[in-house]
């Protein structure tokens, strides 16, 4: 069923998007979004190893420490390659004649662009010298208000409950709503940065449900170029992190540091953001909730596994009276290396997590709820399964080591009671 949704995206009828603003209708661009985010993996590709070069003779290496789970010094920055991957993709979609038309209706391309220079600006510099939490943060609420002031924001909400409805913000609730949501994905994405591979790994596929659920958008207006900016932001971004991924997982030849991290959180709200500005909130009736929420629920489901270990390490830093950015080895990547994976099967299963909650919520908007549950909940059941297997194998292992001592402790106890030939209990020969 998610093959014929997808196939027949130009004709789809699930979500109701704004009126166009004029943009007109181009058709579905498959081809030039593959085309896009093909060059960020190329250019990324190709450039992260001159940049591990850079790092190495700069001196922005990451030297083991008693948390972390490499053992060698390895160089950072990243997230310059990755950066340039993303640069290079949005100017060939804005020369491809399919693409470009997009580029006048919005200028959410090029906040992206302006805002992620700031956020990789302040990585590269925490990645090489390091930078205290207060100053990151800084750093990381300036690239979030120049998304807001280049007119990337949350204009509506939906709120189901209360009779509430749909509510307009105005541009200060708009601006404060939108710098939230990107700073707590940056800082989500970038908590979960510590295993080799797994920060790529879920950019990739975040980006992917959020590229699906704008095509979803893209089908339902018959491929109005003013739709075009969340689905190029999603590819552009998926491009870079597949680009960047031979270089990172593990065995990693080179971290993305923060300045990859952050980046990936900080594209990841910006093209969530960008989709929910184009969702006609009003349009629809008390029965579609879920389609109402969608933008919201693609954001958490996205980030919902790096939030809940930022949440975790809040609540747990908090109890133990430290610093909410003072590092520790308990993080979910910690706890599933405690449990008995190895470090590339850690980063599969929060892939598997992360794909699960993420494409699930993306198929919704293609496909009836009715028809995505029954899958979610299967994927749910085998996720769970594969995290709890080394568990699951030591017990079954121990049931057997148990099952096949207790006969043999049984044959060699003394029969108590029992009679043989001319050899009674208490019989003195």
């Not at 975040?206 to 999603?234: E, K």
């Amino acid at each position: 069923m998610v093959v014929d949704a997808l196939s027949g995206l130009a004709s789809g009828t699930h979500l109701i998007a704004v009126p166009a603003t004029g943009g007109g209708g181009a058709g579905v661009p498959l081809r030039e979004l593959l085309l896009v985010g093909l060059t960020a993996a190329a250019v990324t590709y190709f450039l992260t190893s001159a940049v591990r070069a850079f790092a190495i003779r700069s001196g922005a290496v990451a030297v083991p420490r008693v948390r972390d789970v490499h053992v060698i010094p390895t160089p950072r920055l990243g997230g310059l390659g990755m950066f340039a991957g993303v640069v290079a993709a949005v100017a060939l979609a804005a020369n491809l004649p399919a693409l470009t038309r997009g580029f006048a209706y919005t200028n959410d391309l090029s906040a992206v662009i302006t805002a992620g220079a700031v956020i990789v600006l302040v990585g590269a510099i925490d990645d090489r010298w390091g930078l205290d939490a207060l100053t990151k943060f800084v750093g990381q609420l300036t690239a979030a208000g120049v998304l807001v002031v280049m007119g990337v924001s949350w204009y509506l909400l939906y709120v189901p409950f209360a009779d509430i409805g749909t509510v307009v913000l105005d541009p200060l609730q708009a601006g404060l709503f939108t710098v939230a949501i990107t700073v707590a994905t940056i800082n989500a994405v970038n908590f979960v940065d510590g295993l080799d591979g797994l920060a790529a790994g879920l950019g990739l596929i975040a980006a992917l449900a959020i590229c699906m659920f704008s095509l979803g958008l893209l089908r339902d207006q018959g491929g109005d170029v003013s739709y075009y900016p969340p689905a190029l932001i999603a590819a552009a971004l998926a491009g870079a992190c597949l680009g960047f991924l031979p270089h990172n997982f593990s065995p990693a030849r080179i971290f993305m540091g923060d300045s990859g991290a952050m980046l990936i959180g900080l594209m990841l709200a910006a093209a969530s953001t960008s989709a929910s500005g184009r969702i006609a909130i009003n349009a629809y009736g008390p029965a579609d909730v879920f389609t109402l929420l969608s933008p919201l629920i693609l954001v958490a489901a996205v980030v919902f596994v790096p939030m809940l270990d930022m949440l975790m390490a809040v609540v747990r830093r908090t109890r133990a009276g430290v610093g909410f950015y003072t590092p520790d080895k308990m993080h979910l990547h910690h706890r599933l290396l405690e449990l008995g994976h190895s470090q590339r099967r850690v980063a599969l299963i929060i892939y598997l997590w992360v794909g699960v909650l993420a494409f699930s919520a993306a198929a919704s908007t293609l496909l009836p709820v009715s028809a995505v549950a029954p899958i979610f909940a299967g994927g749910l059941v085998f996720a769970l399964l594969v995290t709890m297997a080394p568990r699951l194998q030591r017990r079954f292992a121990q049931r057997r080591t148990l099952d096949r001592a207790e006969p043999a402790e049984d044959s060699s106890r003394p029969e108590v009671g029992r009679e043989g030939p001319g050899e009674a209990v208490g019989d003195p020969r």
